[in-house]
């Protein structure tokens, strides 16, 4: 059972000593772990080659547009043409050439591609400058998506899926706020041209961004319809990727559950803690919605609905432990208590502050209680400062009284002072445990 991932190795003997998991659960771990390892292709792409790919062929295009730029108009318009052309198919052809020697760096392929691409995005404003073409301005930024997309699926390349997803995002906005068109057709190109690439490509970085684009890219379709529609529309959305999340943990890409389950809440708690003023709105004119209006807040309704339905349903999917069934069972109160009276027309706006509330205070202690009972810093520091964030809100809203107002501070900081010192003492005995184990 050779695990080449020691931080893995590391948490499956914390879990054992802490009674999560047994010995023959541990042993299953241990043989399922290669498999794991197996789904995870060589073009993945940290964080960090993805972004200075991007940066680097951003600059490096910029500043060849520029040396051009200062003599481009005294130069003829057919040379204009094919300076354009040449650095073009420069940037591709020496790429294609590199790529056929197998010592060649496939970052340095890649990012030659990437370059290619952003001259080829330049072009198209430099072309229309040239003829003066009056054209419907948004399109070209359309365009460069659909070169980009194309070559993200061609090459393969992550770093042309993320530009994809940018300029489409660029796109549907430009026709929502300066044109008025609100269109569909993005968040569709999202979910069925994009995310099956940042699937297969099992690239998280790519994957993030795309879970982040879809609700803002929806969120354009809907605004079109109502605004008053957003913060319903959001919810749908976020509770689908935390169901989404469980079903991709027995996936072929089970690393992608937790970036679903880091992007849900990344929004998701923004959103509760907004609710907790203003609740949710009455949608009494639903019903009277004009043409695709009613399907666009239907559909992640229905998709909310059937991804819960088979988390629940399938025992590899629904929550094992407590604070797995807590997690879920936050995320159904706000659905069930909230968002379903009031998508059928229900006044439910201080029935959903306070839910809201309640949820917000829940996630709140769950993540002080994982954060000091694992030891995850960062996960007891968001705990702790959504606790404060409540407080200070509510001792607003609900004390007169100064008196009143001193004991919730003081309440907080003796709460801050035990979770301090629980999380001292954990420390503690997670150090003592150590030469043991």
Same mark, same amino acid.
């Given at each position: ?5 020691? !931080? ?5 003997? $914390? ?31 940290? !964080? =960090? ?13 910029? /500043? ?22 040449? /650095? ?34 330049? /072009?198209?404003?430099?072309?229309? $400058? ?86 803002? %890219? ?7 319809? /109502? ?12 509770? %689908? ?23 849900? %809440? ?18 009494? =004119?639903?019903? $009277? ?35 797995? !069934? ?97 999380? %001292? ?13």
């Amino acid at each position: 059972m050779d695990n080449n991932n020691p !931080w893995l190795r590391a948490e499956i003997a $914390q879990w054992l000593r802490e009674g999560i998991i047994n010995d023959q659960q541990a042993q299953t771990l241990y043989a399922r772990y290669p498999a794991f390892v197996a789904y995870r292709p060589k073009s993945d792409g940290a !964080w =960090g080659k993805v972004i200075f790919a991007l940066l680097g062929a951003g600059v490096f295009g910029l /500043g060849v547009i520029l040396l051009f730029a200062y003599n481009w108009d005294g130069m003829h318009r057919y040379l204009k043409l094919t300076v354009i052309a040449v /650095g073009i198919l420069a940037a591709h052809g020496t790429a294609l050439l590199m790529a056929k020697n197998d010592n060649a760096n496939p970052r340095v392929v890649e990012s030659l591609h990437l370059l290619g691409t952003m001259l080829f995005g330049a /072009g198209i404003w430099l072309v229309a $400058q040239i003829y003066h073409f009056d054209a419907h301005y948004p399109n070209g930024f359309l365009l460069w998506c659909l070169a980009a997309l194309s070559l993200a699926w061609a090459l393969p390349s992550v770093a042309h899926g993320v530009l994809a997803t940018i300029l489409l995002l660029l796109w549907s906005g430009l026709e929502t706020f300066e044109f008025g068109r609100h269109l569909p057709v993005a968040s569709w190109m999202l979910l069925l041209l994009i995310l099956p690439l940042a699937w297969l490509q099992r690239s998280t970085p790519m994957l993030v961004l795309l879970l982040l684009a879809v609700p803002l %890219s929806y969120a354009f379709t809907v605004f079109g319809i /109502g605004d008053k529609y957003l913060f319903i529309v959001g919810l749908l959305l976020l509770s %689908s990727y935390f169901a989404v999340a469980r079903l991709a943990a027995a996936s072929a890409f089970p690393a992608s559950a937790s970036v679903f389950s880091f992007c849900a %809440s990344m929004l998701w708690l923004p959103l509760i803690y907004i609710g907790t003023f203003t609740g949710l709105p009455l949608l009494s =004119g639903m019903s $009277q919605l004009a043409g695709f209006g009613l399907l666009y807040v239907l559909l992640p309704l229905l998709f909310t609905i059937v991804a819960w339905g088979v988390v629940l349903a399938r025992s590899t999917t629904r929550p094992a432990s407590p604070e797995q !069934w807590l997690e879920s069972g936050l995320v159904l109160l706000v659905l069930v208590c909230a968002v379903l009276p009031a998508l059928f027309g229900g006044d439910v706006s201080g029935l959903s502050r306070l839910v809201f509330n309640l949820v917000f205070l829940a996630y709140g202690v769950l993540y002080v209680y994982r954060g000091t009972e694992y030891l995850k810093g960062r996960v007891l520091s968001l705990g702790c400062i959504m606790l404060v964030l409540l407080g200070t809100a509510r001792f607003t809203d609900l004390f007169q009284s100064l008196l009143a107002r001193s004991a919730i501070f003081l309440l907080l900081g003796v709460l801050l002072f035990v979770v301090g010192l629980r999380y %001292s003492k954990q420390n503690t005995r997670r150090k003592l445990e150590k030469p043991r184990a």
